[in-house]
């Protein structure tokens, strides 16, 4: 399976609305995708909701966004990915029952990442 079928862009979310009744959204950057992200999302994930990630533009990214949603799609546990610079005019499209927003953890999980490899380099 092409799991890159389930990246939407935001002007095509009818898909999203008329396949599930109930849904969870989770806004992030994951920049870059870690193990960590995959564990997160797969604790959000709930039987009767579909989950759909927001991936944020982030300025200085170490990916593209293209990419950092095609990562985020290949994951199981995730329904749909869309990649978005205003997530506020995704949600209020999708009307979710829950939004959970990732953000600052991301940017925490990242500035570790950096710190992480700083020190094995011997940067720092």
């Known amino acids: 399976m092409d799991t890159r079928t389930k990246i939407l862009s935001p002007d095509s979310l009818?898909?999203?609305?008329?396949?599930?009744?109930?849904?969870k959204v989770v806004i992030g950057y994951f920049d870059p995708l870690l193990a960590a992200h995959a564990r997160?999302?797969?604790?959000?994930?709930?039987?009767?909701?579909a989950l759909v990630v927001i991936v944020?533009?982030?300025e200085g990214s170490l990916l593209p966004l293209r990419a950092?949603?095609?990562l985020v799609a290949a994951?199981?546990?995730?329904?749909w990915v869309i990649p978005a610079e205003d997530p506020e005019a995704v949600i209020e499209a999708?009307?979710?029952?829950?939004?959970?927003?990732?953000?600052?953890?991301?940017?925490?999980?990242?500035?570790?990442?950096?710190?992480?490899?700083?020190a094995r380099c011997g940067a720092g």
Do not use: C, N
Not at 14 to 23: E, F, I, N, Q
Not at 40 to 47: C, D, H
């Open 14 to 23: 009818d898909a999203v609305r008329s396949a599930t009744r109930r849904m």
């Open 40 to 49: 997160r999302l797969a604790e959000l994930r709930e039987p009767d909701q």
């Open 56 to 58: 944020r533009q982030l």
């Open 68 to 70: 950092r949603a095609e």
């Open 75 to 79: 994951l199981g546990v995730v329904d």
């Open 94 to 118: 999708l009307a979710p029952e829950e939004v959970v927003r990732e953000e600052q953890a991301d940017l925490e999980r990242r500035q570790e990442l950096i710190r992480h490899v700083r």
